[in-house]
């Protein structure tokens, strides 16, 4: 067993311990894909990150993600919240204004501006209408029917998201799926506020991997990020605006999504919540 220093970083929360956690493992080289899982599991969060030297020196690090037993390519509060702990832990970047992580989905850029931080959203691996059949199935898992659904597209940066639009925000927040849907399921649910207001986009999250139970993610980075690539596309919205999620858990997650280059950034406040060691 080493000592690790560990983080645990609130993110995207509009104050403390109101955004969506992670757990972040410095220093894991050496650990084993089982004894990743393992602690990954043992967290009991959405997503526990390992950070390992970078094997290009395009980066400035590289980080394992895990969603308890299932490792994922790219996940957006992860990406957000292992950059804090990188920094808080004394890591300093090659570019003072620019943070390289290497992950399974390749290469992202950060930028820093005090307490936030902000990827760029990668580009979209599956993308595209959604067939009627995994529509109604979607709707089944989160009890509606899909008279109820705008639009419907493949939203899926890494982990397989499922975008469907509703008529309203208050559609959103009444959204009741079922405990333990067959499959695995990766379904991201939002509808456009009313024109003026100071929040641009109501966000829900839920997945279900392996047959377990559905679970929701409380502020979720990488599908506000590939949901805004579909909703800036299809000029249902423009950058700069806001995004809000976790309102039904009781958290209240604020995503601010830019555009800069020709790129979409996905930004958000980030806190260290817990900084000590892990025996791992």
């Known amino acids: ?7 645990q970083v609130d993110v995207f929360g509009s104050a403390p311990y109101t955004g969506n956690p992670v757990a972040v493992v410095l220093d894991a080289e050496g650990l084993t894909d089982a004894e990743m899982t393992r602690i990954s599991e043992w967290t009991n969060l959405s ?3 390992f950070v390992l030297p970078p094997t290009t020196p395009d980066a400035d690090y590289r980080v394992r993600i895990f969603s308890l037993s299932t490792e994922l390519p790219f996940a957006g509060h992860p990406t957000l919240g292992t950059a804090r702990a990188w920094l808080d832990a004394g890591g300093t970047p090659r570019d003072p204004g620019r943070i390289v992580q290497e992950c399974g989905a390749g290469l992202v850029p ?9 990827f760029a959203a990668p580009p979209l691996v599956r993308s595209g209408p959604v067939d009627d059949a995994t529509v109604a199935q979607a709707c089944a898992v989160l009890g509606i029917s899909p008279g109820e659904v ?5 939203v899926d940066n890494g982990p397989g998201w499922v975008g469907l639009l509703l008529d309203s925000p208050e559609a959103v927040a009444a959204l009741s799926p079922a405990a333990a849907p067959p499959g695995r399921w990766d379904i991201g649910v939002a509808a456009l506020h009313p024109a003026g207001s100071d929040l641009a986009l109501e966000v829900r999250a839920f997945f279900c991997h392996d047959g377990g139970a559905l679970r929701e993610d409380p502020v979720t980075g990488s599908l506000n990020a590939s949901l805004a690539q579909w909703l800036t596309s299809t000029g249902r919205l423009e950058a700069p605006y806001r995004a809000r999620q976790g309102t039904a858990l009781g958290r209240d997650g604020r995503i601010l999504v830019t555009a800069s280059d020709g790129e979409l950034w996905i930004g958000g406040a980030t806190h260290v919540a817990i900084a000590g060691t892990v025996e791992a």
Do not use: G, N, Q
């Open 1 to 7: 067993m080493t000592s690790r220093p560990f983080r």
């Open 150 to 154: 705008i639009d419907a597209a493949w």
């Open 47 to 49: 997503e526990c990150t």
């Open 110 to 118: 950060l930028r820093r501006e005090d307490d936030t931080l902000a």
